[in-house]
């Protein structure tokens, strides 16, 4: 394979076929930081979906984020008692994550569809039942996986799949955050009944979900490590790793960090060539796909709001009835991963899947 043009579409949507009639409309469940500062922006930037309804804890903060998109503002009990539920089609889960649960039950009992952020719940068994409640209402589940809606990344996916590094042997993944940096440590993401765990299932969960996903395979076994030395991240893991087997000698190995220099990036090695995405993680990133093959060496970089891809893709999806890949099994996955890296770290073996 010559690599000379083998990145020309790599900021082309594969996956749009034609716009809708109209947008859909959704109910943003949840008005923290990444609701406020960036969920509610990329659906006001969106052309197939919009945000009729929005949703907290405090009527106050729903009133006054409601005004400021031209949506009604609800509380968590007027949404569970279906106020307003006309207004809206669909709804976007963004509160922390031992919640989801109980929002997408609602959801599916009043017969809406779901894009649920990751990682789908706190636990395994919670994120099976909420895959359970909208597969019985026959509602359309989506795990809020960005990076499976960016086109460089899809991209990736597609050259490893026609052999462009030759077999693939070996992949990595990396993302540290700094979550403190100028904020309380009072935040739920350390509070490990509400998050499931600590940089795992918070950031850990971008390498794992993505790798998956660009190689389009399955592990076998799974080796974990946590470690958690420093205050305040007594109650959840602070720094974690993993290793992912698969069939053919195939391993996968992710990081990530709450504490750590910031980095992001994931790295495919095959029999024949490398592929590097750097920086992928963080929203709206700059990304720079590389690929080298032999003394060949190419690379594209662009710039996507993954974001408003992400709920235009869910919309297309809804209003064509075709496939949704991130759905809730894809998340389900990755919580059952999950448990088996903490598992695995735990009694220091390794854990077939």
Not at 237 to 248: I, M, P, W, Y
Not at 305 to 323: I, K, L
Request: proline share 5%; net charge negative; charged share 25%.
């Amino acid at each position: 394979m010559e690599l000379k043009g083998v990145l020309a579409d790599a900021t082309e949507r594969d996956w749009e076929t034609e716009p809708p009639e109209a947008p859909l409309s959704l109910a943003v469940i949840g008005l923290g930081v990444f609701g406020r500062k960036v969920a509610l922006p990329a659906l006001e930037r969106a052309e197939s979906a919009e945000a009729s309804v929005v949703v907290s804890g405090s009527a106050e903060k729903a009133a006054e984020v409601g005004g400021q998109y031209g949506a009604t503002g609800l509380t968590y009990d007027q949404y569970h008692d279906g106020e307003a539920s006309e207004e809206y089609e669909a709804v976007y889960v963004a509160t922390p994550n031992a919640t989801h649960l109980d929002f997408a039950e609602t959801a599916a009992e009043l017969g809406k569809h779901v894009i649920c952020e990751k990682p789908l719940e706190a636990t395994a068994a919670r994120a099976e039942r909420l895959v359970e409640a909208t597969e019985s209402a026959g509602v359309r589940l989506m795990t809020a996986y960005r990076m499976q809606t960016t086109p460089i990344v899809r991209r990736a996916r597609e050259l490893v799949a026609h052999g462009a590094i030759g077999q693939p042997v070996r992949a990595e993944g990396s993302f540290n955050t700094k979550p403190l940096t100028g904020r309380s440590p009072d935040q739920w993401r350390l509070d490990g009944e509400l998050a499931g765990g600590g940089a795992l299932p918070d950031i850990g969960i971008y390498p794992l979900n993505t790798a998956r996903f660009v190689l389009d395979a399955e592990p076998a076994t799974v080796r974990g490590y946590v470690a958690s030395p420093d205050a305040p991240f007594e109650d959840v893991d602070e720094h974690v790793a993993f290793t992912l087997g698969f069939d053919e000698g195939l391993h996968v190995t992710g990081h990530a960090s709450f504490n750590a220099e910031p980095e992001s990036r994931l790295r495919v090695v095959g029999t024949e060539g490398i592929l590097d995405i750097e920086p992928i993680f963080h929203v709206q990133a700059t990304r720079t796909l590389s690929l080298r093959r032999g003394d060949e060496d190419v690379s594209v970089t662009t710039s996507t709001d993954e974001v408003t891809a992400e709920f235009e893709y869910f919309a297309h999806a809804v209003r064509t009835d075709e496939p949704i890949e991130p759905d809730g099994a894809d998340g389900l996955a990755d919580m059952r991963l999950i448990q088996a890296i903490y598992e695995s770290a735990e009694t220091g073996s390794v854990v077939s899947l």
